[in-house]
C-alpha cells in the first residue's frame, strides 16, 4: 500500500509568517508530486505540481521536492487569513494514480 | 462555465435505494476519477477511467459501479446505499502528460 503522511494539525501561524507545510510518501518509484488547497466544504484545488528535485517558486508558494529523502514540502510566505485551509499532499507512482495524503489543516492568525 | 460539473450537489436517500451521481467535464481530458472522502479518512479512489473503453477499481470499489459513457461522461452508483456510503463524493479529471487532476464541486451524500 502507497502511503503518503501529512501531519493533521492544525498549523498555527500568525499573519505575515512563512507557513511550511510537509509530507513524506513510501513509494521510492513515486514521480510527480502535487499540493492542493481544500477549504471546509469545498473541493481540492490544485496549487502546485513539482516532478524534480528542488524547489518551484509561484507566486507567494514555494514546493520544495527531495526524491532521496521521500520528502516534499511547501512554503507559503506573507501567509494571509485567506490561506487557512486543508492542505493536501499527493503523490503519483509510476504504475497508480495519485494517492492523496490526509491533509495539513492551515490557520493563519491576524 | 466551470470545467468539470457533478450533479446532484446534494442528495439525501434510503438505505436500499439506487442511486447514480454524474460527472461532465469540457476540458477535454482522457482521464476520469471517482473519490469519497470522510472526515480523518481523506480522499480515498474508488473508481478511475483512462478512456471509454477503460475501468479500473481503487482502493475502495465495493458497493460502487461506474460507467463511461462518453470521453467526457463518467457516473457512479450506489446499487443498493447503506448508511456507510454516507460522504462528500468528488470526481476529477486529468490528462495523461502532466497528471494534474482538477477536481468537481463535489455531491454531499446522505443516506438515511
Known amino acids: 500500500q502507497k502511503e503518503v503522511e501529512q501531519n493533521s494539525g492544525p498549523l498555527s501561524v500568525p499573519e505575515g509568517a512563512i507557513a511550511s507545510l510537509n509530507c513524506t510518501y513510501s513509494d521510492r518509484g513515486s514521480q510527480s508530486f502535487f499540493w492542493y488547497r481544500q477549504y471546509s466544504g469545498k473541493s481540492p484545488e490544485l496549487i502546485m505540481s513539482?516532478?524534480?528535485?528542488g524547489d518551484k517558486e509561484d507566486g507567494r508558494f514555494t514546493a520544495q521536492l527531495n526524491k532521496a529523502s521521500q520528502y516534499v514540502s511547501l512554503l507559503i510566505r506573507d501567509s494571509q487569513p485567506s490561506d487557512s485551509a486543508t492542505y493536501l499532499c499527493?503523490?503519483?507512482?509510476?504504475?497508480?494514480?495519485?494517492?492523496f495524503g490526509k491533509g495539513t489543516r492551515l490557520s493563519v492568525i491576524a | 462555465d466551470a470545467d468539470v460539473t457533478q450533479t446532484p450537489r446534494n442528495r439525501i436517500t434510503k438505505t436500499g435505494k439506487r442511486i447514480m451521481l454524474e460527472c461532465s467535464q469540457t476540458k477535454g481530458h482522457d482521464r476520469m476519477y471517482w473519490y469519497r472522502q470522510d472526515p480523518g479518512l481523506g480522499l480515498r479512489l474508488i473508481y478511475y477511467s483512462f478512456d471509454v473503453k477503460d475501468i479500473n477499481k481503487g482502493e475502495i470499489s465495493d458497493g460502487y459501479s461506474v460507467s463511461r459513457q462518453a470521453q467526457a461522461k463518467f457516473s457512479l452508483s450506489l446499487e443498493s446505499a447503506i448508511p456507510n456510503q454516507t460522504a462528500l463524493y468528488f470526481c476529477?479529471?486529468?490528462?495523461?502528460?502532466?497528471?494534474?487532476?482538477?477536481f468537481g464541486p463535489g455531491t454531499r451524500l446522505t443516506v438515511t
Open positions: 476529477a479529471t486529468s490528462d495523461g502528460q502532466s497528471y494534474e487532476q482538477y
Open positions: 499527493a503523490v503519483k507512482g509510476l504504475e497508480t494514480p495519485l494517492v
Open positions: 513539482i516532478y524534480s528535485n
